[in-house]
């Protein structure tokens, strides 16, 4: 029995300590890589297009079918069929004569293999073209997907620690405030400070729990939204390890051209050009298809169904083989309908890809301002904290020595969360820049394998 309650305790150990197992941004990417249902899903997708481009090609090859048939005739007058006769000759001279016999034909058993070849059949030279264009632009959705991928996993990661790092602002103050607090209530006791003045830090430190309390609810939310984009159950507890005031990645020298590397602009590309098959496809319907053909087949009737008692006698053979010209010409004028509907489509993905090209110049330029600025803000806000911090420090010296009052104390401990919530916001402003520079520039598609 202690030994059972000995492994169990064991297993809830190893389970508690891989639950609470430290996750930075390097194994989120990589774990969400795997896990991510989108991901997998798409997997499945690029079967299935495996699967058009092999039927598109074996579509080109010869094709061999069998036919049976086996009719029973229950309602037709009998055949007749004349036969010529020579009777006795007449007057020294023969005639011939007909002699008409009913043959009843109440079964007809037929069979028969067909062969055909395309020779010449531009549209299924055309869809096989249209299956391999459309298994390039599945590779590169794949691509594009596992980019968002790794753009939602880095975004709700950094969230969660800006967030994470706000807390640790408010617990500060809260610590800060909490010491004070007690010198204060000793003053209180001595005569030296006010009642009141006691009960304006106890209002201040219940507002901070309250903050507390609430930051710990939206960290939790986000959590469980980062464990879903990574295909983990929600609810689990993880320790995220980055911090974004002592990450080192230099982002000074992120430039590139968006145009040349994004990969939703790749994919248009190519699906401008699936559409420029599809207007060949449409045009195609007026050209001539040749096919080549052969067949084999018997054929039998009779009264009775005793075709297979003995075969030989009843079964005719036919063999045929040739070359069949299909020449379309007139179709109601749908093929042309469906060109202009083809050519509109294809306009509609050029105006389509120009405007993309617009978004990714505006979001590059926009993300290298927003960088710039926050570089300088970054380095602004890290002094003003630490002015801030030595600033509450000598409000907190004349508190205590009567020189200041408790709203002096408090405004200099607000000036300080202020001007670390500020820096903090100034490096996921930073942060939240590069990634979207990273992200059009094709480079955060490469974090992953780092």
Do not use: C
Request: avoid cysteine; hydrophobic fraction near 40%.
């Amino acid at each position: 029995m202690r030994r059972v309650l000995f492994l169990l305790a064991l297993g809830v150990a190893v389970f508690a300590n891989a639950a609470d197992a430290p996750l930075s941004l390097k194994k989120a990417l990589s774990e969400g890589l795997r896990g991510n249902l989108d991901i997998k899903r798409s997997e499945l997708g690029s079967e299935g297009i495996d699967a058009q481009v092999s039927a598109a090609f074996r579509g080109y090859l010869p094709q061999l079918t069998a036919n049976g048939t086996v009719t029973h005739l229950w309602a037709n007058d009998p055949t007749k069929i004349q036969i010529g006769v020579l009777p006795a000759p007449i007057g020294g001279k023969p005639y011939l004569d007909f002699l008409t016999i009913d043959y009843p034909i109440n079964w007809n058993v037929q069979g028969d293999l067909k062969l055909t070849q395309f020779l010449y059949v531009p549209q299924a030279i055309t869809g096989i073209r249209m299956a391999k264009k459309g298994k390039e632009i599945d590779a590169l959705g794949k691509q594009e997907l596992r980019e968002g991928i790794i753009y939602g996993i880095s975004m709700q990661y950094w969230t969660i620690v800006y967030m994470e790092e706000n807390m640790e602002v408010l617990q500060k103050s809260k610590s800060n405030l909490g010491k004070t607090r007690g010198a204060v209530a000793a003053m209180v006791g001595q005569g030296i400070a006010k009642k009141s003045d006691l009960n304006t830090m106890d209002i201040n430190l219940a507002s901070l729990s309250t903050q507390i309390d609430n930051l710990e609810v939206q960290i939790q939310t986000q959590k469980d939204a980062l464990l879903q984009i990574m295909g983990r159950s929600p609810g689990e507890a993880i320790n995220l390890t980055d911090r974004l005031s002592v990450d080192s990645r230099n982002s000074e020298n992120i430039s590139g051209d968006p145009l040349q590397s994004s990969i939703t602009l790749k994919r248009m590309e190519q699906q401008l050009k699936l559409s420029e098959l599809n207007i060949d496809l449409t045009s195609e319907k007026i050209y001539p298809n040749v096919v080549a053909f052969a067949s084999y087949g018997m054929q039998a009737a009779g009264e009775k169904f005793d075709f297979f008692s003995s075969p030989k006698d009843k079964f005719k053979d036919n063999g045929t083989v040739g070359v069949s010209l299909t020449i379309p010409i007139f179709d109601g004028l749908s093929n042309s309908a469906d060109r202009s509907h083809a050519r509109i489509q294809k306009r509609q993905m050029e105006i389509d890809m120009e405007k993309q090209r617009l978004a990714l110049q505006a979001t590059y330029e926009t993300a290298k301002s927003t960088l710039l600025k926050a570089q300088s803000l970054v380095e602004r806000n890290r002094e003003n904290a630490k002015l801030s911090e030595e600033n509450y420090l000598m409000k907190e010296l004349e508190y205590k020595e009567q020189v200041a009052t408790i709203t002096d104390l408090l405004t200099a401990d607000n000036n300080m969360q202020t001007a670390r919530s500020n820096l903090i916001n100034a490096l996921y402003t930073e942060k939240t820049a590069e990634l979207a520079l990273e992200q059009v520039l094709g480079i955060l598609r490469n974090r992953a394998g780092e």
